[in-house]
């Protein structure tokens, strides 16, 4: 089993930036791809990011790329969000996952998740 804890959410300015941290613990993510969604009031949620295991390739959904940075750090267990130029539209819960293989977009194709950390842009 792994155990996802987010933190570093908050209430922050349009334009302004903040980082997310994904600490995993009861086993290594190491052979994992990690994941970040995130859900906005009254919607479904959906895929932000991911990386793979190593670390060498990531993907982004189109409204993140260029503002948004996923990496990892397997030593500390740990897999990050850098959040730039943040927008209202921004505004929702982020949570991180797990998974196995790689390019996985989808909530079903992960097997674990944090509890989420709330990150709100106001204008």
């Known amino acids: 089993q792994v155990q996802l804890v987010e933190s570093g959410g908050g209430l922050v300015q349009a334009g302004g930036s903040l980082r997310l941290s994904c600490a995993a613990s009861?086993?290594?993510?190491?052979?994992?791809?990690m994941g970040w969604f995130r859900q906005a009031p009254g919607k479904e949620r959906e895929f932000v990011a991911t990386?793979?295991?190593?670390?060498?390739?990531?993907y982004y959904t189109d409204s993140v790329k260029g503002r948004f940075t996923i990496s990892r750090d397997n030593a500390k267990n740990t897999v990050y969000l850098q959040m730039t130029s943040l927008r209202p539209e921004d505004t929702a819960v982020y949570y991180c996952a797990a998974t196995t293989g790689w390019g996985k977009k989808t909530e079903s194709e992960y097997d674990y998740w944090g509890q989420g950390t709330q990150v709100t842009v106001s204008s």
């Open positions: 990386i793979i295991w190593h670390g060498g390739l990531t």
């Open positions: 009861g086993r290594t993510i190491s052979r994992y791809a």
